[in-house]
Nanobody, 123 residues
């Protein structure tokens, strides 16, 4: 099993930046594809970005392409989400997740989840 703890959320003005972190423990970090998801009030959870085990491949939702960057640091067992040019519609709870399958956008294929961190973007 792997335990995931997110941090870095907060309140930011539109156009600003935040960097979310997700620290993993309890299992071999490199065994897992990592993903970031978000869920806004009244909406379904949606994928934001994903990164392969070695960090060589990544994928993004169309809504965040060019603004968000996912990365991972195996030495720190941490995955990051750098969010730039934030918009009010990015407001949501953000979750990191770990999957033993391949890089994918389907949240049901992710086995482990963090508790989430809240991001609020004011206009």
């Amino acid at each position: 099993q792997v335990q995931l703890v997110e941090s870095g959320g907060g309140l930011v003005q539109a156009g600003g930046s935040l960097r979310l972190s997700c620290a993993a423990s309890g299992s071999t970090f490199s065994n897992y594809v990592m993903g970031w998801f978000r869920q806004a009030p009244g909406k379904d959870r949606e994928v934001v970005a994903g990164i392969s085990r070695a960090g060589s491949r990544s994928s993004y939702a169309d809504s965040v392409k060019g603004r968000f960057t996912i990365s991972r640091d195996s030495a720190r067992n941490t995955v990051y989400l750098q969010m730039n040019s934030l918009k009010p519609e990015d407001t949501a709870d953000y979750y990191c997740a770990a999957s033993v399958t391949s890089l994918c956008a389907n949240p049901t294929l992710y086995n482990y989840w963090g508790q989430g961190t809240q991001v609020t973007v004011s206009s």
